[in-house]
C-alpha cells in the first residue's frame, strides 16, 4: 500500500502541495472527528460524579460546535484539494504527454503500438484521475481516522489500546494479502483494456470496409471478444477480491468485541472507571468504520499501480536526437547528399542527391509510391535519413534544434484534420 502512495506522490510533480495540504487536512479532520468523545467523555464524568450542570453542559455543547465546524472546514478542504490532485495530475501528465510525443522519432512508432499509447492517453489517465482521489478520500483519510483513535485509546487505557493495535495489523496483514492476490488479475486488466482500445480503433479507421463487406455485428468477433474478455477479468477482480473484505470486517468484528470485553473486564477488576469504560465500549464500534470503508477501496491499489506505471512508460520513450544550433536560418538552401531511407526494410530513396536553391519553386514528381511524400517529410525531421544527410543553410538539418528548424518550415498536408476546437484555432493549426 505505501508503495502505491510513494507512486502517486513521485506522479502527482505538481500537485505535491495539494496531497500534502489534504494529509494535514485529513488528520485534522480525524482529530476534530475524536474530539466528539472528548465531550461524550466529559459529559459523562459530570454525570457520574454528579456535577452536571449548565456550565457543563455548555462546554459539552461548544466542543461538540468546535468538532462539527472543525470537520466541515477540514472535511471541504481534504477533499478539494485530494480532487484536484487527482484530476490536475492528469491533465498535467496529457501534457507532458503531448510535449514527448513531439520529440520522439517517427521511427519509433513503426515498433510501438498505437492502440497502447491511446490507451495510455485514454483509458490509463482516466482510470488514474478517478482512482488517485478515492484512494486519497476513502483509503488515507480512513488510515488516518483510526490512527487517530487508536492513539486515544491508547492514552486513555494501554490495554484496551493494545488490542485495537493488534486488530489494525491483522487488517493491515489481510490487505496485504488482497493486493498480492488482486495484483494478476489488474495486470491482466491493463493488457485486456489495450487490446480492446486496440479492436475499437481499428474497427473506427476500418469502418467504410466493416461497411461494405457487412463485417460488422456478429461478424466483428475480435472486437466482440475484447469487450467480452474486459468484461470477465473486471469481473474475476472483483470476485478475487470479495473473500478478503469479507474476513477484514470479520477481523475488525473480533477486535471491537475484544475491546468491549477487555474494557468490562477492566472495569470489574476496578482498573478502569466506569465513565471510561463506557467510552472505550462506544469507540470500540467507531474506531474502524474509516478503516472499513477504506478496506473495501483497497482493491483498485494495484490497478492504480498498473494505471500510474503504464503511463510512466511514456518517459521512457526516446527523444528526437537534436543539435544546438538556435541561430535564426538565414540561407534556406535545401541539399541532399547521397541520402538513403527504408520503412523497415522496404528501401524508399536510394543515394538521392538533390539542391532546391531558396526563392525558388520546386515540384516533385513520380507515380504513386515512388517516395515524392517520404522525400518532404525527410526535410522536416518527420523521419531521419538511415544515411547521407540533409542540409539546410549548408548546416545538417540535425544540428539544428528541433523548434528551430520547424520555425522555418510550412507544409500542408495531404490529410485533412479538423479539430474539436474554434475556427480560428483550426486555422491557426494550417
Not at 473486564?265 to 477504506?294: D, H, Q, R, V, Y
Request: charged share 20%.
Amino acid at each position: 500500500m505505501l508503495n502505491v502512495f510513494k507512486k502517486i506522490w513521485n506522479f502527482s510533480k505538481e500537485e505535491q502541495v495539494n496531497i500534502k495540504k489534504s494529509i494535514l487536512a485529513g488528520f485534522l479532520h480525524a482529530v476534530f472527528n475524536a474530539l466528539e468523545f472528548g465531550a461524550i467523555y466529559y459529559m459523562l464524568v459530570n454525570i457520574f460524579s454528579k456535577t452536571l450542570d449548565y456550565k457543563a453542559i455548555f462546554v459539552c455543547l461548544g466542543i461538540l460546535v468546535i468538532s462539527l465546524v472543525g470537520k466541515i472546514m477540514t472535511q471541504k478542504s481534504s477533499q478539494m484539494a485530494q480532487t484536484h490532485a487527482g484530476y490536475f495530475m492528469a491533465a498535467h501528465k496529457r501534457i507532458e504527454i503531448g510535449e514527448k510525443i513531439k520529440r520522439v522519432p517517427m521511427g519509433f512508432f513503426s515498433s510501438f503500438s498505437l492502440g497502447r499509447l491511446t490507451t495510455i492517453a485514454t483509458s490509463s489517465l482516466s482510470q488514474a484521475e478517478m482512482w488517485v482521489p478515492m484512494l486519497l478520500v476513502l483509503v488515507l483519510g480512513g488510515v488516518l481516522n483510526t490512527l487517530v483513535f487508536v492513539i486515544g485509546t491508547l492514552i486513555f487505557n494501554v490495554k484496551v489500546g493494545l488490542v485495537a493495535v493488534a486488530g489494525v495489523l491483522v487488517f493491515f496483514i489481510v490487505t496485504s494479502m488482497m493486493e498480492k492476490k488482486s495484483s494478476a488479475n489488474a495486470d491482466k486488466m491493463t493488457e485486456t483494456q489495450t487490446r480492446l482500445t486496440k479492436e475499437v480503433l481499428a474497427t473506427l479507421q476500418g469502418m467504410q470496409v466493416i461497411k461494405s463487406y457487412n463485417l460488422g455485428g456478429e461478424n466483428n468477433r475480435a472486437l466482440r471478444k475484447s469487450i467480452k474478455d474486459t468484461s470477465n477479468i473486471l469481473l474475476d477482480l472483483e470476485i478475487s477480491v470479495a473473500p478478503y473484505t469479507v474476513i477484514q470486517r470479520i477481523v475488525m468484528g473480533i477486535t471491537t468485541v475484544a475491546m468491549v470485553y477487555v474494557s468490562l473486564k477492566l472495569n470489574l477488576s476496578g482498573e478502569l472507571p466506569l465513565a471510561e469504560t463506557i467510552l472505550m465500549i462506544m469507540a470500540s464500534f467507531i474506531i474502524f468504520e474509516g478503516l472499513i470503508g477504506a478496506g473495501s477501496n483497497m482493491a483498485i491499489l494495484r490497478a492504480c499501480e498498473n494505471a500510474i506505471d503504464s503511463v510512466g512508460f511514456i518517459d521512457s520513450m526516446p527523444d528526437m536526437r537534436e543539435g544546438s544550433i538556435t541561430e535564426p536560418i538565414k540561407n534556406h538552401d535545401i541539399v541532399f547528399k547521397n541520402v538513403s531511407f527504408s520503412y523497415y526494410d522496404r528501401p524508399i530513396l536510394k543515394n538521392v542527391s538533390a539542391e532546391i536553391k531558396e526563392n525558388t519553386m520546386t515540384a516533385i514528381v513520380g507515380p504513386s509510391g515512388s517516395g515524392k511524400t517520404t522525400f518532404c517529410n525527410l526535410i522536416a525531421r518527420f523521419w531521419d535519413v538511415n544515411s547521407g544527410e540533409i542540409l539546410i543553410g549548408g548546416k545538417n538539418i540535425k544540428d539544428y534544434k528541433i523548434e528551430n528548424l520547424m520555425n522555418s518550415i510550412s507544409m500542408v498536408f495531404q490529410d485533412v484534420y479538423l479539430f474539436e476546437d474554434t475556427i480560428e484555432n483550426n486555422i491557426k493549426f494550417g
